[in-house]
């Protein structure tokens, strides 16, 4: 089963452009939300991670964006670059249990045009 | 290292043929997971360890995938009798902390590239 739906499944943007990324789930447990970045043949490298007591994020051009009472939360990449280029994947987990086991989204492959 | 190490970075398997994909965790870290990851999806979760005990193997898909970590270090993972749905990337990761822990940020690995032909 999916617990955690990731959309769009491709996005192209202009350089200077905002990226927006979606994700929803389903098991209301979860309480650990981060975005991972995987370049071409390489393994997916810890982004920017939210948890459910706040509502945004922001580190540099990535924001966080979490909705509790929707279970949706969001990326926003601003200012994209052409080095932001990537799959981007979100996950969800719940902390302090037996497993930390991320559950992935699908991926978004992002294209920023110069 | 620095990171999370994993080899071979390839391997291609004959079908039938059994493999065992190697995981080095950044040091001291506790815990490390196995993830598959199919072209084009997200990864998805096969088995966890802490140290040296094996708590979670609900995502294995078959009784041919069997993983180790006798020593609570390096892991193996092992596909005996290869099939071509097994064609996939192997993805490792370890963090910090085991059970009941909250600084659980997963390091991955580059993956193993599995081809079944």
């Known amino acids: 089963q999916q617990q955690v739906k990731q959309s769009p499944q491709s996005l192209i943007v202009q350089k200077g452009g905002i990226s927006i990324i979606n994700c929803a789930y389903e098991?209301?447990?979860?309480?650990?939300f981060p975005w991972y970045q995987q370049f071409p043949g390489k393994g997916p490298a810890l982004l920017i991670a939210?948890?459910?007591?706040?509502s945004e994020k922001k580190e540099g051009r990535f924001t966080i964006s979490f909705n509790k009472s929707a279970k949706q939360f969001s990326l926003h990449i601003m200012d994209s670059q052409p080095g932001d280029s990537a799959t981007y994947f979100c996950a969800a987990s719940k902390r302090g249990g037996a497993t930390n086991k991320l559950i992935f989204g699908t991926g978004t492959l992002l294209a920023v045009q110069p | 290292g620095a990171g999370v190490s994993q080899s071979p970075r390839y391997k291609v398997a004959k079908r039938g043929q059994d493999v065992a994909l190697r995981c080095d965790p950044i040091?001291?870290?506790?815990?490390l997971f196995w993830y598959q990851q199919a072209l084009g999806q997200g990864p998805e979760f096969l088995t966890y360890?802490?140290?040296?005990?094996?708590?979670?193997k609900s995502g294995l898909p078959s009784d041919r995938f069997f993983a180790e970590r006798p020593e609570g270090s390096v892991s193996t993972l092992k596909i005996q009798r290869t099939q071509q749905e097994d064609s996939a990337v192997y993805l490792c990761a370890s963090s910090l902390e085991g059970f009941g822990g909250m600084n659980t940020e997963a390091f991955f690995g580059q993956g193993t590239r599995l081809t079944v032909v």
């Open positions: 360890f802490q140290n040296e005990a094996q708590l979670d």
């Open positions: 098991n209301t447990a979860f309480d650990y």
């Open positions: 040091s001291g870290h506790v815990s």
């Open positions: 939210i948890r459910p007591d706040v």
